[in-house]
């Protein structure tokens, strides 16, 4: 029963981190004028709200509640980014910056995941697999804010 309270509590850390990414590319999407930028954040989006619901339905298999929240951090970086972006007149560089900076903490949230959550193999793999495609991400958008500083 341990095991699958702390199991239930570790998806529900992705499911928050996810909930973050899911608000910071709205936010990114509604700051930036750049329509290449509008289509990636939107795909960025949808992607990690097939990752929630995928989590969520994991969650509700091992008998737990899927949280609705959002990180701390999530909420203090969003408003960063917020105040940022007023700041900067929406400048594509920054944007990037940010949109990685968020990519980092999705992947750290998820690299503890994998390495301090006792997780069964049903979940490991879905995690596992979600972290793969969000390494993807991040390295894209990396290469992107690479390109405008070169």
Not at 67 to 86: F, I, L, N, P, Q
Not at 120 to 148: G, W
Request: charged letters at 25%.
């Amino acid at each position: 029963m341990e095991n699958s309270k702390n199991e239930i509590q570790a998806l529900n850390s992705l499911i928050e981190i996810n909930n973050d990414r899911i608000q910071g590319y709205q936010t990114a999407e509604e700051e930036t004028e750049h329509t290449d930028l509008k289509s990636l954040f939107g795909s960025n989006r949808s992607q990690s709200q097939l990752f929630k619901s995928e989590l969520s339905n994991t969650v509700r298999k091992l008998g737990g509640e899927p949280t609705e929240g959002t990180t701390v951090s999530g909420k203090a970086y969003r408003a960063w980014m917020d105040v940022k972006a007023a700041l900067t007149g929406k400048d594509r560089t920054v944007i990037l910056s940010s949109c990685e900076f968020g990519e980092d903490a999705a992947l750290s949230t998820y690299n503890s995941v994998l390495e301090g959550s006792d997780l069964s193999a049903q979940s490991r793999a879905i995690v596992q697999k979600q972290h793969a495609e969000l390494q993807r991400a991040h390295d894209q958008m990396k290469k992107l804010r690479d390109q405008q500083t070169a």
